[in-house]
């Protein structure tokens, strides 16, 4: 008997720390620092990246994608946490992209409140991209997703899943569609 209400305690205990990284957003802390990618040849434009890097880092991965694929494009690329000091000024970019993890077709709270801090400059390409560990859209995620970003955002806003397998490709799409 007391061996069976140890095991259940540890299960709540466990079940309790999972529940407080996802309502927290706990992972989004250690996501502090930048780095600049410059291009090749002459700057055609400047361009920010911003990630929470999620509990399995597949969010970083792929804002290092996407930030790699604007470089080759021409863009100079802040590529920066959502805690970064670098995240938080938004100003002087010719493209602004946030993403990270989306947990049960849910938006983690960082990314909304980057979101909701960029305003509503329309001068500005806005992109938002979304891990998943699935390689097809669950349910009505792709749906959920946008209308936070939508309610977050006010302006037009490009959203893309990054799927399990897809990594490249996604991200690929997504500045494709900023730079167009």
């Given at each position: 008997?007391?061996?069976g209400?140890?095991?259940?305690?540890t299960?709540?205990?466990l079940?309790?720390?999972?529940a407080a990284?996802?309502?927290?957003?706990?992972?989004?802390y250690?996501a502090t620092g930048?780095?600049?990618?410059n291009?090749?040849?002459p700057?055609?434009?400047?361009a920010?990246?911003?990630y929470?890097?999620?509990?399995?880092?597949?969010?970083?991965?792929a804002?290092?994608?996407?930030?790699?694929?604007?470089?080759?494009?021409?863009?100079?690329v802040?590529?920066?946490g959502?805690?970064?000091s670098?995240?938080?000024?938004?100003?002087?970019?010719?493209i602004?992209?946030?993403g990270?993890?989306?947990?049960?077709?849910?938006?983690?709270s960082?990314?909304?409140g980057?979101?909701k801090g960029l305003?509503?400059r329309?001068?500005?390409?806005t992109?938002?991209?979304?891990?998943t560990?699935?390689?097809?859209?669950?349910?009505?995620d792709?749906?959920?997703?946008?209308?936070?970003?939508?309610?977050a955002?006010?302006?037009?806003?490009?959203?893309?899943?990054?799927?399990?397998?897809s990594?490249?490709?996604?991200?690929?799409?997504?500045?494709?569609?900023?730079?167009?």
């Amino acid at each position: 008997m007391l061996a069976g209400i140890a095991v259940l305690f540890t299960i709540v205990i466990l079940f309790s720390a999972l529940a407080a990284i996802f309502v927290f957003d706990l992972s989004s802390y250690g996501a502090t620092g930048h780095q600049t990618l410059n291009p090749s040849g002459p700057a055609i434009g400047r361009a920010l990246v911003v990630y929470d890097p999620g509990l399995s880092g597949a969010a970083k991965e792929a804002a290092q994608t996407i930030a790699g694929d604007l470089q080759q494009k021409g863009y100079v690329v802040e590529l920066a946490g959502v805690r970064s000091s670098v995240a938080s000024d938004t100003s002087g970019y010719n493209i602004v992209v946030g993403g990270g993890p989306n947990y049960f077709g849910q938006a983690t709270s960082s990314v909304i409140g980057f979101l909701k801090g960029l305003g509503t400059r329309p001068s500005i390409k806005t992109g938002v991209f979304f891990t998943t560990g699935n390689s097809q859209v669950v349910g009505n995620d792709y749906q959920n997703l946008q209308q936070q970003v939508n309610s977050a955002r006010g302006n037009p806003t490009t959203v893309e899943l990054v799927l399990a397998g897809s990594e490249a490709q996604n991200c690929a799409d997504l500045v494709a569609t900023l730079t167009e």
